[in-house]
Every structure is written in C-alpha cells, then in structure tokens.
C-alpha cells in the first residue's frame, strides 16, 4: 500500500516508516521538521515531502501524486508540561491540523486513517490493567486534544457523513528504545521521557536524574509505566492498517501490559550499561498517574498484534546502544 506517514520524521513515525518499507509497502514521510528530523529521510530512502500539514495545497497534491491509500497520522505535539503552559498551540496543531488532513484526505479521496492516540486519554483510571472501556478522563491539554481527535473520527466516520472512511485510534503507552537495528533512535529536544533521560545521565550528557514521589502506593514507592518498544509500535500500526475497514472503527491499547517501576527501570539501566546512574529522590510531581499499564488483550484479538519485546532489559539496551553512537542525536555526531 502507498502510505502517506505524517510526522514520518519524528521519533515513532520514522521507525513506522521502516518497517512499512521492509513489509513491502510504499511510505511516504510528510513532515514539517519543527520537532523530527530531516536526517531520518537520508537513513530511510524514502520520498519525503517537507511541509506543514496546514499546508492543504501541498497535503491533497501529495497524497494524489503518490496515490496514497492509507494515512497514518503521528504529527503532533505531545509534551503534558508545554500543552499545560500553551493550550490552544496545542488545540491548533493537534485538532485543528488533523481536522485539515482529513478534510485534504476527503478532497483527494484517500479514506484510510491510522490515528497516533495515547493512553492519557485515560487520566487517572480507576482500574488497571487499563481496557479500552476504562472512562475517558485526561487530565491534560494534550490528552484532551486527543480525545477531541478520536471524537472527531468517530463523527466524520458516519456513513451518512463519509461513506467509505475507515480509521484505526492506537492508544499508545510508554514508547521505547530504538530501532533493534541500530539505524535509528529517539531524539526528543527537549528529552522528558525517562529511558532516554536516565541513559543520557548515565552519559554524562545532563547532570542527573530526578525521581518524582517514592510514596506512591506501589510495591517500591515509585511510578508504575508500562513500556512498549518502537518497533512492537510500528508493527501494530501495519496490522491496524489491514484490518481497517469501513463501519467498524479500531480503538486499541498498545502496550506489552506488565508494568514497571521507575526504580525498576533504573536498576535495569544500570545492569545494561554497568554504571551507576546519577539519581535523586524529590517529592511527587502534580498529575503523575499512580499506575499506568495496559490490558493489551484487544489489539492481540481484533489486530493479531502482541509485543515482542516485553522484557525492559531487551528495549533499555536497543536505546543505550544508539544513544552511545550518537550521544548528540541525529546529525550532531
Ligand atoms: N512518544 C510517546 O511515548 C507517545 C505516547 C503516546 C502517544 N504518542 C503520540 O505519537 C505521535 C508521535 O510521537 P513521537 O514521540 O514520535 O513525536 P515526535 O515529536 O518525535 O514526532 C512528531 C513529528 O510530527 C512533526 N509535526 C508536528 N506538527 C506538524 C505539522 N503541523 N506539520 C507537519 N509535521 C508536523 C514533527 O516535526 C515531528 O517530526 C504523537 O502524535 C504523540 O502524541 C507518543
């Protein structure tokens, strides 16, 4: 299929990009650059189209010149912190962009979406593992903006308001390491995801590391997250797309649906790069979920799609031997 990947230069989308390729379909990244990477395109060696998705000239024109079939959608902005500080910047490029894609899709009559959602939609749930039943209740801008994404498909797909369009609404969890292969990375600026930032302070390359709250009712005090790897992504967004289908909409969680702590994950940095990670103990942050981790049973139902790498020893070491290679990031070696 020819599959037009929005934000096909950030972190997620570009390692979508490359499984697409090896499954033998044909992506095409469109993205802006403001917060991805011009240096994925060279790596990947696919057509890119470097604009803005608002750009709705260049959108409709791209998707009829490479007969786009499928749209995956993971432009977005998705810091809590900055959505909290710069609401409607949120609001604009992550609603109101999406809204004019698909409206550029319904002008060049492409009717295949795969939408990037997030678990935050869920705010803080009231049972875990979380299911895709589980109430709807951000607690953000950004999983706010979400949510409106997902209500916004779920009208524009009514037969009466767009026959024929289909859509899929992953809920990710906590994406993870790097690409297994070694030729791609995260390289978030600001890094607030904590693999990252807890492998670069092992580097040397910030100061240390800060744990927000050892009270949390959990077995050793800290946060629990549920960590799925990149690639595991990427390979649910494929299998998502083939089973798209008019009427019948997909909301899946991805997740591997084992939880881990922060301390956890910090213990497992330390066995993976035989250092001693610089870290301190402050208090809780506001907004942090107690525990977050997926009931993944639906996405291996309804999309045949289970995560391989569950163990966070295998995703930790795919991210610190890409960090080591490059501790700058992409293009600053
Ligand atoms: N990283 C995670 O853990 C996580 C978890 C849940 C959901 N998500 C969602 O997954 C998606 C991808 O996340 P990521 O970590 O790869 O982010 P990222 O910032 O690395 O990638 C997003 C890409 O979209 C591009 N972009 C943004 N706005 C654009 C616009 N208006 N026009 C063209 N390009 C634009 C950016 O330049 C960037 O390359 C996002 O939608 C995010 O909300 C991420």
Redesign the pocket.
Known sequence: MNVLV????????SHTVKRLKQAGHSPVI????????KEVVDILKVPAVI????DRATLVRALRDYKIDTVM??????YVGESVEKPLMYYH??VA?TVNVLEAMREANVSRFVF?????IYGDPDKIPITEDEKKAPVSP?GRS?LKVEQVLADAADPKAWPGFSFAALR?????GCAMDGTLGED?DPET?LIPVLLQAILGLRPGLTVFGTDYPTPDGTNVRDYIHVDDLADAHIKAMEKLQPGKPIYCNLGTGRGFSVKEIIATAEKVTGKKAPVTYGPRRAGDAIALYADPSRAKNLLGWEAKHKDPEAIIRSAWNWLKDHPKGYGKR
């Open positions: 929005a934000g096909g230069a950030g972190y997620i989308g469109y993205d802006n650059v403001s917060r991805g990477h604009a803005d998705l608002n959608h993971f432009a977005a902005y998705a490029n992550n962009t990037s959602s997030t678990c935050a950004y979400k990710y969890f906590n994406a993870s978030h995801h």
